[in-house]
């Protein structure tokens, strides 16, 4: 049995602004709720293949995910799968899809499904995790949502320069 959440968020950009946002390591803890550190292996631009490390805040258990891109479709779809052991996922993968909304908006559908680990306490870590992924996930998208309004992106449309 897996755990599954979708969590979709409305965003003040076209589809494939917020896709570069979201994959723009160097700029990603300016919005990222979830994380104090972020970053692709060997500094790599991210595309299908590449591993990035996400490290999260303290405050959230300080866990490190290191993950694959498994797909990379800009400026549509990116998904991810744990490659490091996780003393509570047998098995964890993600996907963020964008679309494109009237007036300049889009939306982003990000999908998570885990296995819970070790398997005698499979269920409660399921159900306390897919609290905790929805919460959060819910939080960060809000946070880009507020960080493209704010930024050079949302008010030129494109990616804030660096």
Do not use: I, K
Not at 149 to 160: T, W, Y
């Amino acid at each position: 049995m897996s755990a599954h959440a979708v969590v979709r968020q409305v965003l003040p950009v076209p589809a494939d602004v917020a896709f570069d946002v979201v994959h723009d390591y160097a700029d990603r803890l300016r919005w990222d709720t979830l994380l104090r550190e972020a970053f692709t292996v060997g500094g790599a631009p991210p595309a299908r293949g590449v591993e990035a490390v996400c490290r999260a805040r303290w405050t959230l258990g300080g866990l490190t995910f290191r993950t694959r891109y498994v797909t990379f479709r800009p400026p549509n779809l990116a998904a991810v799968t744990l490659t490091s052991r996780s003393p509570f996922f047998a098995g964890w993968a993600a996907s963020m899809r964008h679309r494109d909304l009237d007036g300049g908006r889009s939306e982003v559908v990000y999908t998570l499904t885990f296995t819970g680990a070790p398997a005698p306490l499979r269920r409660p870590v399921e159900a306390v995790a897919l609290r905790v992924f929805r919460w959060e996930t819910g939080r960060r998208l809000r946070a880009l949502a507020g960080y493209l309004e704010g930024s050079a992106a949302g008010a030129a449309g494109r990616v804030p320069a660096r």
